[in-house]
């Protein structure tokens, strides 16, 4: 299964950061002027959020600078956090 036969027609996100909230952001909880950030929100396709993860984790071995900003973001993130925060930043640039 292909990225692009998941997402479909991309006219459907009204832009590129729409792309991401497809699972990929982070739950925020909010009460009386307090917000709160938890793990991703995984609102979407599970099987989109996997290609996106796994095109992250080849980009890691592939791209320079997709290593260079996976292993900024690993001394302090643990490696499954730092892998989705590059795919939402491969989603952004897409």
Known sequence: MSKLAEIGDLQ??????????????????????????GGISRQGSPWLRWIQVEAAQV??????????????????KPAAAARVALARKLDTYA
């Open 12 to 37: 459907r996100f009204r832009d590129k950061h729409a792309l991401c909230s497809s699972g990929l952001v982070p739950r925020v909880r909010e009460s009386a002027g307090k917000s709160k950030r």
């Open 59 to 76: 980009a890691t071995r592939s791209s320079p600078a997709a290593q260079a900003y996976y292993a900024r973001l690993r001394r302090k």
